[in-house]
């Protein structure tokens, strides 16, 4: 246990937040819009100061040791890069990492006793208290991943504190099913009957470790985390190398909060390695039991092949891809794939790819357009959501990684240019590393050209036979290579039959005819389903109750009574 005085209990921060857990139990299964964090940075919602605080917050850290006060340290690293060209130089922790496992063993027990409720109850607090420093957390994961502000506020904050509850709700949901005790009476005809009393104990698997990517730090992060902990397990938080900075947070926040409550800090856990194979000893560790991992598909195949002791929970590289077989709003279908293509430089596991569009053109409310009309008009639509260079910035970010930039400079080879990938000066940071979108065409023949995942703002369109095939190849390009999301644009219900039920059999979330405010790279918590867990894109879904359920395990006792 903690020696932090407990300053309030589990089961009273359960009463805080029971009207919000319940909402929240109702939202998963009502899917329509809810959510009790607020997604406009509002300085009447979180405070006038709250953005100069919580950059303030960030800039305190650069050049410093960021200390947890987590056992087993050896040292020191700071290996974050801002996309963005700024100086962060934080310092996190190098923890050996058996004294995190025996420090999560250590401080289990203590968290079984509480119960679902009390674990409930500090979950959320946990996730209160993120919420209040939505802007500082938005700051660190714009500084490290290269995200725009905005979306860095949303997805980094409101929209991953969303996704962390909505874990905790079905963990709740699933171990409310499960009776505390109960009187078993069995009759005996003349003889008196048996009589048992049977209880019944939840108990966590052991260790999760939940591995962290460098694009969306809290986002893809916050389910795995919220899951394992709602269920009984303590968590080593395994980030991304460059984008710590966040997860870092994060933790120190948990960490406060389980220490107030009386319970001890080391249930979470900082894991800022500075070799590789430090994070292969841990993932093979028997201890660990659960592994949560985004990423792409070496690693990730990697853990799935040799991390035998534990569940993982997997989303991996995939191929996103829209059909047009036709459209009756082809301006606006234009605009709105030119936002998805342009979203934070494409730099999102949900990005379209591959756009398939039928040889001999598509029907739409203009007349007829051909391929080469598409094309064009698809290039056009992006140069002109991208003409002022202040939307232009804060919509595309910068680019995360030098082998993002690596494949953008490759990625002319492998079809015709339609669009040129530019570099975009940044007003405010000089440094930043902008890349507006490359847009290739080719044939349906080419397919090492657009049949593997090419990270970034790079997209194909793909010149198909018909409209048939390309709901065929559409769904032999999931089963194959995988995906997150697949579009459709058409007038015709058949066509419309035909894409949904080829979704079925692939496994893949469908858009049909987004012309306005949506998009098919967004992903709504406590509504849409984040991944499927039918093709080779993700084996687990965010989030339902498979999610959460085999994180946990029942373990009954039983006596005898009178």
């Not at 260790?207 to 460098?214: S, T």
């Not at 979470?268 to 792409?296: C, M, N, R, W, Y």
């Not at 050209?449 to 018909?466: C, H, L, Q, S």
Request: net charge negative.
């Amino acid at each position: 246990m903690s020696n932090v005085t407990s300053s309030i209990t589990p089961a009273q921060l359960f009463d805080k937040h029971h009207a919000t857990l319940e909402a929240a139990v109702q939202a998963i299964h009502a899917r329509g819009y809810w959510t009790p964090y607020p997604e406009m940075p509002s300085p009447k919602v979180y405070g006038e100061t709250a953005q100069d605080d919580g950059r303030r917050a960030v800039e305190a850290c650069f050049g410093q040791d960021f200390d947890l006060g987590q056992p087993g340290r050896s040292g020191w690293m700071a290996s974050e890069r801002s996309p963005y060209g700024v100086e962060l130089g934080v310092r996190y922790p190098v923890c050996d990492g058996q004294a995190l496992i025996d420090a999560a063993h250590a401080a289990m027990p203590g968290w079984q006793r509480i119960g679902a409720q009390g674990r409930a109850g500090v979950c959320l607090e946990i996730l209160e208290r993120l919420n209040k420093r939505s802007f500082e957390i938005a700051h660190a994961v714009m500084l490290t991943t290269g995200q725009g502000w905005m979306m860095a506020f949303q997805a980094g904050g409101p929209h991953a504190q969303d996704r962390g509850l909505e874990a905790v709700a079905y963990a709740y949901r699933e171990m409310k099913f499960i009776p505390h005790e109960t009187v078993w009476e069995k009759p005996q005809g003349k003889n008196p009957p048996l009589k048992m009393k049977k209880h019944f104990e939840i108990v966590g698997r052991g260790v999760a470790l939940v591995i962290g990517c460098g694009t969306f730090p809290t986002w893809n992060t916050y389910p795995g985390l919220f899951a394992a902990l709602a269920t009984g397990n303590p968590v080593i938080v395994k980030p991304h190398q460059n984008a710590i900075l966040p997860a870092a947070i994060t933790v120190r926040i948990a960490r406060e909060v389980l220490a107030e409550a009386g319970l001890d800090p080391n249930l979470v856990t900082l894991a800022a390695f500075d070799k590789h194979e430090a994070t292969q000893a841990l993932a093979t560790h028997p201890a660990v039991k659960s592994i949560d991992f985004t990423g792409g598909n070496a690693f990730g195949q990697w853990l799935i092949s040799n991390a035998k002791q534990a569940q993982v929970y997997a989303e991996l590289a995939g191929v996103n891809n829209v059909v047009i077989e036709s459209t009756d709003q082809y301006k606006a279908m234009l605009r709105n794939l030119a936002f998805t293509l342009c979203l934070y430089s494409g730099q999102m596991c949900t990005t379209t790819q591959a756009i398939l569009v039928p040889a001999d053109g598509i029907d739409t409310d203009q007349g007829r357009k051909s391929y080469d009309e598409v094309c064009a008009d698809l290039a056009t639509s992006i140069d002109k959501f991208l003409a002022d260079p202040a939307v232009a910035t804060a919509v595309l970010g910068a680019i995360q990684s030098p082998d993002t930039l690596a494949r953008i400079a490759e990625a002319p080879a492998h079809g015709r240019v339609v669009r040129a990938s530019t570099k975009i000066e940044h007003a405010e940071f000089p440094g930043a590393e902008v890349r507006s979108p490359l847009l290739l065409a080719c044939d349906a023949a080419d397919e090492k050209a657009y049949m593997e995942e090419r990270f970034g703002p790079i997209a194909f369109v793909v010149k198909v036979a018909d409209g048939a095939a390309a709901v065929t190849l559409s769904e032999r390009i999931v089963r194959e290579h995988g995906a997150l999301t697949v579009g459709l644009y058409t007038t015709k219900p058949e066509v419309v039959d035909a894409m949904t039920e080829a979704t079925w059999r692939a496994g893949v979330a469908l858009s049909i005819n987004l012309t306005g405010g949506v998009f098919v790279n967004q992903s709504a918590g406590f509504s849409d389903y984040h991944g499927v867990g039918m093709n080779p894109a993700a084996n687990a879904s965010l989030s339902d109750s498979a999610f959460v359920a085999n994180r946990f395990r029942v373990v009954q006792r039983r006596h005898h009574v009178e």
